[in-house]
């Protein structure tokens, strides 16, 4: 039984994924795999992936994943990263397609007209790069990492939340998009940590130590969680 | 504060060592690419490039060993480019641990390759690489041509119309090397990153011609780049990539420090 499994789907580079998780925990059995049976058993899932969405539903069915997803994201500490993220929704402007309607929501398109800077310089799709994330709710996930850090975007599609309480971050460019979202057992990230340097390992040490509850045990005023 | 404009220092790299020529000859070793890859991250680059420019077919494997040795201890965005033919190569090396390959030279003789392959894996991962050089005389209204062949050869393709193609194709960024500049130490062609990053919608990173930090500067500013490439100016110790973010800051140039 692994305690972490990688998804594997065939979509982009899981490797890089799976060799920041040994870099931050190296005495942990992580396996990336297709197999719904060690997903199911693997103590924690991490749900990554680059490329397009229908290209990743597509996969997903055609795999047998489909269930195996939607199950682990009921249950275990869960991290959705990128497209992975973005899956979780309902919906997707990239080539029209449904996502698994795990949480409330659609994925739309950075849209042409809106994307301008304030000195009204062109801001290029996808967007690519190093921009400051906004920690909108407190979650095990932030732990060590500071408000407005920088960590490593590619994408041409955001997530726009059907509900308001499941934003746990947010980035500007140039208006504030979903950058990270967290309901219960799942935290999900439109960034790549596994390629954004010491802050990004920061996180995936906190998933890895995550024990899959929303809350903060962080010593609050009155009480400590 | 927003998106942060990118320093990607980039590693030339044959029989396994980092190398640097002027004008794409006169090689000189720079080191271990592994160390070297490991020296930029502490310094805080923001990705880095390697380019295999092996003109044996036979030591394209070396590079895939670096790659994956290089993708065990630094965690940033690794692009690799040079000799990328056919999508398996494409494969081989996003499995080795590259998140983006850079096409160059097959993008100009089979530019279905650059659609397949971003249809296959996703434009974010799909850099393609132009090397430009004017070829406009003084007084005349200013072009650029593509070359290819380590800029041995002129494709007599406009570049800036070039550049629109590969976005159209599913090209996700430009590397844009004015490759009469590359290795010179006088700057970028600012006229010709303005008018390729002005053209298209992807993001541009300019690449060719830094000899000093004003230079970088200069790329963003006057050159619309979104990211900046620079070799020798790093390779060599004359400063390190976060000495290059300080002067850009200083500059009211955002970057990640």
Known sequence: ?225 | MGLAKRIIPCLDVTAGRVVKGVNFVGLRDAGDPIEIARRYDEQGADELTFLDITASSDERDIILHIIEEVANQVFIPLTVGGGVRSVDDVRRLLNAGADKVGINTAAVTNPQLVADAASRFGSQCIVVAIDAKQVSAEGEPLLWHVFTHGGRKDTGLDAVEWAKKMESLGAGEILLTSMDRDGTKIGFNLDLTRAVSDAVSVPVIASGGVGNLDHLVDGVKKGHADAVLAASIFHYGEFTVRQAKEHMARNLIEVRL
């Not at chain 1, 490329?51 to 069915?61: F, K, Q, T, W």
């Not at chain 1, 990128?82 to 029209?96: N, V």
Request: overall charge negative.
């Open chain 1, 1 to 225: 039984m692994a305690d972490i499994a990688v998804i594997d789907y065939g979509m982009g580079n899981l490797r890089s994924v799976s060799k920041a998780l040994e870099h931050v925990a190296p005495q942990l059995d992580i396996v990336v795999s297709s197999d719904p049976d060690v997903i199911a058993k693997a103590g924690r899932v991490v749900f990554p992936g680059v490329g397009a969405m229908p290209d990743c539903m597509h996969e997903l069915e055609s795999r047998g994943l489909r269930q195996a997803v939607i199950e682990a994201a009921k249950a275990k500490p869960f991290l959705g990263i990128c497209l992975g993220m973005q899956a979780l929704f309902e919906s997707s402007e990239e080539g029209d397609s449904a996502g698994l309607g795990i949480l409330p929501g659609r994925v739309l398109r950075f849209p042409a007209e809106a994307m301008v800077d304030e000195k009204g310089q062109k801001l290029k799709v996808p967007h690519i790069g190093w921009n400051e994330v906004h920690q909108s709710a407190d979650h095990p996930m932030w732990s060590g990492i500071p408000e407005a850090a920088r960590f490593y975007f590619v994408h041409s599609y955001y997530v726009e939340a059907g509900d308001p309480d499941l934003v746990a971050g947010f980035t500007l460019y140039p208006f504030a998009f979903t950058a990270a979202v967290a309901r219960d057992n799942i935290f999900a990230v439109q960034f790549h940590p596994e390629k954004s340097q010491a802050t990004g390992l920061t996180m995936l040490a906190n998933f890895v130590m995550w024990d899959g509850q929303a809350r903060s045990n962080i010593c609050g005023a009155d009480v400590c969680l």
